[in-house]
């Protein structure tokens, strides 16, 4: 079975940068897109990023020009990379892959925090 797990969270300034990991284990099929979400306190989980097997990328609105994803497919592994982090981006990050099914990682936690 597919396994995605995240990695590179912690604890960061206003203002830091962080980034996140997403390493796919398990049998590898064909993603038709893959992305990242993220869940803050008291909230519904809300899409960050995704990226197709073609190399289209979406963000969403109040992530635009701060996060950038990115997929190494010789890795199978997914990237986060977040510049100009502000206290509103603190959340559960969740890596998501889609073929004829949806997979979700466990999550890897990202406080921005003076």
């Known amino acids: 079975q597919v396994q995605l797990v995240e990695s590179g969270g912690g604890l960061v300034q206003p203002g830091g940068s962080l980034r996140l990991s997403c390493a796919a284990s398990?049998?590898?099929?064909?993603?038709?897109?893959m992305g990242w979400y993220r869940q803050a306190p008291g909230k519904q989980r809300e899409l960050v990023a995704t990226?197709?097997?073609?190399?289209?990328?979406n963000y969403a609105q109040p992530v635009k020009g701060r996060l950038t994803i990115s997929r190494e497919n010789a890795k199978n592994t997914v990237y986060l990379q977040m510049n100009m982090l502000t206290p509103e981006d603190t959340a559960v990050y969740y890596c998501?892959?889609?073929?004829?099914?949806?997979?979700w990682g466990r999550g890897t936690l990202v406080t921005v925090s003076s």
């Open positions: 990226i197709t097997s073609g190399c289209s990328i």
């Open positions: 998501n892959a889609q073929s004829h099914l949806n997979y």
């Open positions: 398990g049998s590898i099929f064909s993603f038709y897109v």
